[in-house]
């Protein structure tokens, strides 16, 4: 089983919909984040966490809401979805320590918005 | 934040040596990362250097950074067709976050 687990895998959403986004990890690590990829564009970090307590906003955070809802679980939330947020998602952790450390990466949510 | 620029594509031939180059704006990243990204999925972390070392070897892979340039570069040695993948230079500036790269495509035609 993969460490870190994001569910769906693949989700096709019309423009106004409410969409989760959910990342499950089982490698104990305090440190959660959700980035998005586009082509071209790289990653791009939109929320993180450090601990269950604590969420800070990353670069592109509009448009995006998350909750942490215990050390293992960390969800991304699309409250009113646009066409402009099609992209590939990717959860991913690390371990607390100073500096980001190393990332450990699922295997990306493509969410497509019509 | 910091720029982290690649270029988008690279073709090799089976065998040869490819060299992956990335620039950065931020002198201030501790340490500079390679990341691959295989088709379908997440990223790996693959090699990193810590920002006082001007080069680093493992195995097939030699990190080289020049700081007085901002510049980091990825050489693969004999690569394969394992190889291809899109390959992501990263920086951290602070405790928070990874400055991704645009990355690059490496295709490696046999």
């Known amino acids: 089983d993969a460490d870190v687990t994001q569910t769906p895998r693949n989700r096709i959403t019309k423009t106004g919909k409410r969409i989760m986004l959910e990342c499950s990890q089982t490698?104990?690590?305090?440190?959660m984040y959700w980035y998005r990829q586009d082509p071209g564009l790289g990653l791009r970090l939109i929320y993180y966490?450090?601990?269950?307590?604590?969420?800070n906003k990353g670069e592109i955070s509009d448009g995006y809401s998350v909750s942490r809802q215990a050390q293992a679980k960390f969800s991304l939330s699309l409250e009113s979805a646009i066409p402009n947020q099609t992209a590939l998602y990717f959860c991913?952790?690390?371990?607390?320590?100073?500096?980001?450390?190393?990332?450990?990466f699922g295997e990306g949510s493509r969410l497509t918005v019509l | 934040g910091e720029d982290v620029e690649q270029s988008l594509f690279l073709s090799v031939r089976e065998g040869d040596s490819s060299v992956i180059n990335c620039t950065y704006t931020?002198?201030?990243?501790?340490?500079l990362y390679w990341y691959k990204q295989e088709p379908g999925a997440g990223l790996q972390l693959l090699t990193y250097?810590?920002?006082?070392?001007d080069m680093k070897q493992d195995q097939r892979l030699t990190v080289l950074l020049n700081k007085k340039d901002k510049h980091l570069s990825l050489r693969i040695a004999d690569t394969q067709t394992g190889d291809s993948a899109i390959y992501f230079c990263?920086?951290?500036?602070?405790?928070?976050?990874?400055?991704f790269g645009t990355g690059t495509r490496l295709t490696v035609i046999p």
């Open positions: 991913a952790t690390s371990e607390a320590g100073q500096g980001v450390g190393e990332l450990f």
């Open positions: 490698k104990g690590h305090d440190r």
């Open positions: 966490s450090f601990d269950v307590k604590d969420i």
């Open positions: 931020d002198s201030s990243s501790t340490y």
């Open positions: 250097i810590f920002s006082n070392m």
């Open positions: 990263a920086g951290a500036t602070g405790a928070n976050n990874l400055f």
